[in-house]
């Protein structure tokens, strides 16, 4: 009997992201001397826990016999000592009768053990603010990390090159514990756990290492390594900097009039029935009306004629057309200046070509050649310091050109936006998984992403019938696409989104409670067979593109971490770049597009790019524009404006003009996307009041373990104290059994940060996280951790997490 193949089967291709420095640039940020007293001191909270527990139980039972005898003053007694027990107070034992003694007083032992461990813990906390800067010094002074800084943020960059040179005058600073060099170590932690705890998927600290399955190897295999730990490094000119040179370049009055006006495709004309006049749509539904000149201004506009040629149309002045033109752009409908399409993967290389068609007798083509050579430059610098020197030379040139500062949101972490970012092409290439280890995953993974995957099409489902009654309640079961997007909101505000959610409430509950059946301690274990009631046959081909990391087992074998399930496919966004293969990868890819209902069906929707773009000119389908430029290869593209929503057997289709469209991917908060798109696979977060348990399938943890804290938890939402907030983090360790290393979530904060909780610069930084926002944060579970990484780079542990991409057929 043949073996069945696993219905989710894993695409050719893959990538591996990893960190550009070892998880050893993090953990030896941590004082050693002060790991093993807070070991010390959570051995101590967890046994005066115990006993706390243990008294305030034998109390209990002595006031329910207490209060059949009726003995009113022991009675008080025994409501007093609980009171002060559950505080964590003393408790005299002669008070509470001879049957509470013994547990009286081993609960007094245990606090007074207690609160001998925090003071020796507290003196510990002392001495280690003397070594953190050593520690911090150890990181800033390795030249690679500065290079880093330099590029993630060059405001930090600064600070740091000054704290060097002040270390070489001042000595190593062991008694400076300002507030200011505090905030200033936190920071360097934060940028430290950045660097080895994340994949950055950008310069050498978070190389592209492409990979692929090979089914007539075995095991995982590695490409040789180099000494920089990478191969390739581009410079990238940002998509924002690009579309202000851009601007600049439309404001020039030496070109500005022989530009071409293009129309915003989420805008639509309509003539009257009077030549000389009309209406224009703006993407807000706003309705202008237009005659005369201006009526015929707008009608002539079609992506190639400047305003000079649209004037001379017109029987216009140019100045005038150009007034008038100035007005239609404040509404949103055309654009006077070049757009660069969102899709390109070089935008600068795009500009130049624009400016040497359109404004070749000027200084703009030679100009903006210049700022790419200094791109240039600044990948090929060697060090940080010559780095530092090109990067102001961009920035200068830029800001000349622009008139605009050429950093934005400076400081932030995570949003120093440069006008240059760099790319690289990581070594240990390829990766090469083996036959072996492609099956065990597609078998492991397969229980799982079945589960996911009904519970994506539930979710669709709420956003299809959501809009089948928006598109009913219009009379018409027919609607522009942007009229529908407009009502969506108003039968969202209306309930609808709630009334229509029951399945996916069912699915999830039924979900949780074999998660609580399977729940021992932290951790819940489900077979597979408890799933697959779950987890019918999905009707269609189904995509996916999880995220796995490899966790090493003592025994040596490796368990799976699941990650974040993603609806797109990594070749066709900036993730592709630097395949030794590219065409061949496409290829893969592009040979098996059923989910999305092949070829012609294909469509995503593109906005304005406000990053690397997770689609790129290479995406095998059509682009639908709203407010920004696709692609130049108009064949490609329809308008927001030309896409009509239609029910066709109650169900509602998406529409252009020559066929029906389905969405490359959905969004959880706009249902107009989600209805018309390949459903997506996705999991539910199985949470029990402030904690979220471990959830296992077999070799795959699906959910990592998770805990929600405020700052009253860590007893400091009113006073801001280091040592009590340490000591507190540790007592919540003791309680909840949190591990060393976590992830830390807030609110106000784009992604998690890295935090080890052995760390008092960790937690000093966990705490401010929390009291800048609204003074809540969820901790999750490092898995792996440090000491379970797979893989090596340098001989050394490092992060990485392997991007694959599964289908599942229909049959």
């Given at each position: ?9 894993l695409y050719p291709r893959l990538l591996l992201r990893r ?42 039972r002595s006031v329910a016999q207490t209060d059949r005898q ?638 929600w804290f405020s700052a009253a938890d860590l007893g400091v ?95």
């Amino acid at each position: 009997m043949t073996e069945q193949p696993a219905p989710w089967r894993l695409y050719p291709r893959l990538l591996l992201r990893r960190a550009g420095f070892d998880i050893e640039l993090l953990t030896a940020l941590a004082d050693e001397p002060t790991r093993e007293g807070a070991e010390e001191y959570r051995t101590a909270a967890k046994q005066f826990g115990q006993c706390r527990t243990h008294l305030i139980e034998a109390i209990a039972r002595s006031v329910a016999q207490t209060d059949r005898q009726s003995d009113r003053s022991r009675l008080r007694a025994l409501s007093r000592a609980r009171s002060r027990a559950g505080r964590g107070l003393s408790v005299s034992p002669e008070q509470l009768g001879t049957d509470l003694v013994p547990v009286a007083e081993a609960y007094g032992t245990a606090q007074a053990e207690l609160e001998q461990a925090a003071r020796q813990l507290t003196g510990v906390l002392a001495q280690e603010a003397l070594r953190r800067p050593g520690r911090v010094r150890a990181l800033l002074t390795n030249d690679r990390v500065c290079d880093a800084l330099l590029q993630l943020s060059p405001s930090f960059y600064g600070e740091v090159v000054r704290w060097r040179q002040g270390w070489a005058t001042r000595g190593d600073g062991t008694n400076r514990n300002r507030a200011k060099d505090r905030a200033f170590y936190r920071r360097a932690y934060l940028y430290g756990q950045r660097l080895a705890a994340k994949n950055e998927t950008t310069s050498f600290f978070g190389p592209l290492v492409h990979g692929r399955v090979d089914h007539a190897a075995e095991g995982i295999g590695l490409g040789p390594e180099t000494g920089s730990g990478v191969h390739t490094t581009e410079a990238q000119t940002a998509f924002w900097a690009v579309c202000e040179l851009a601007r600049n370049l439309g404001a020039d009055p030496a070109v500005r009039d022989q530009l071409p006006v293009t129309w915003v495709p989420a805008c639509r004309r309509q003539a009257d029935a009077e030549a000389e006049t009309g209406t224009v749509q703006t993407s807000a539904g706003r309705r202008i009306r237009l005659s005369g000149s201006p009526w015929r201004l707008v009608r002539d506009v079609n992506d190639h004629r400047s305003v000079r040629d649209l004037a001379d149309l017109a029987g216009t002045e140019v100045t005038e057309a150009r007034a008038i033109l100035d007005r239609i752009r404040q509404v949103g409908a055309v654009r006077l200046w070049p757009e660069p399409p969102s899709t390109t993967a070089r935008p600068l290389d795009w500009l130049v070509g624009f400016a040497q068609q359109h404004a070749g007798g000027t200084e703009w083509p030679a100009r903006l050649r210049e700022l790419g050579a200094l791109a240039d430059r600044y990948a090929a610098a060697a060090g940080h310091h010559h780095r530092a020197a090109v990067l102001a030379e961009v920035e200068t040139a830029f800001s000349a050109l622009t008139a605009t500062d050429a950093r934005r949101a400076g400081g932030q972490m995570y949003a120093d936006r440069l006008v240059v970012s760099l790319d690289a092409k990581g070594d240990q290439s390829p990766v090469v998984v083996g036959g072996d280890v492609a099956r065990r995953w597609e078998e492991q993974l397969t229980p799982v992403l079945d589960v996911a995957a009904r519970y994506g099409e539930l979710q669709q489902q709420v956003a299809v019938r959501l809009c089948a009654a928006v598109l009913s309640e219009a009379g018409t079961n027919s609607l522009p696409y942007d009229e529908l997007i407009r009502r969506v909101p108003a039968a969202i505000e209306a309930g609808a989104l709630t009334t229509l959610s029951d399945p996916v409430r069912e699915f999830t509950q039924t979900y949780t409670e074999l998660v609580r059946a399977g729940l021992r301690g932290q951790e819940a274990r489900l077979s597979p067979a408890a799933l697959a009631t779950l987890a019918p046959s999905p009707g269609r081909d189904r995509f996916v593109s999880p995220d796995v990391m490899l966790e090493r087992q003592p025994d040596g074998a490796d368990l799976l971490v699941l990650g974040e399930l993603h609806p797109y496919v990594f070749a066709w966004g900036s993730q592709g770049l630097f395949c030794d293969d590219q065409e061949r990868m496409l290829a893969d890819f592009a040979a098996e597009l059923e989910p999305w209902g092949g070829p012609d069906q294909l469509a995503t929707v593109i906005r304005r790019r406000r990053h690397k773009g997770l689609v790129a000119d290479w995406f095998p389908g059509r682009f639908v524009e709203v407010t920004s430029v696709a692609t130049d290869d108009r064949k490609r593209t329809v308008a927001l404006a030309d896409l009509t929503a239609v029910l066709v057997d109650g169900v509602p289709r998406l529409r252009a003009p020559d066929g029906e469209l389905t969405l490359y991917a959905g969004e959880d908060d706009h249902v107009h996307l989600r209805a018309f798109a390949a459903p997506g696979v996705a999991l539910p977060l199985i949470r029990f009041g402030d904690f979220a348990p471990r959830v296992r399938v077999g070799e795959v943890i699906v959910q990592r373990a998770r805990w929600w804290f405020s700052a009253a938890d860590l007893g400091v939402a009113e006073v801001r104290d280091a040592a009590t907030a340490f000591l507190a983090v540790q007592s919540l360790r003791a309680r909840h059994g949190l591990p060393r290393f976590c992830f830390a979530s807030a609110a106000h904060e784009p992604k998690p940060v890295g935090v080890d909780l052995d760390n008092p610069l960790a937690v000093d930084a966990l705490l401010a996280l929390i009291l800048a926002g609204d003074g809540k944060v969820s901790l999750a579970e490092m898995r792996p951790a440090p000491d379970a990484l797979w893989l090596r780079h340098g001989d050394k542990p490092v992060t990485a997490e392997f991007r694959i991409a599964m289908r599942r057929a229909s049959s």
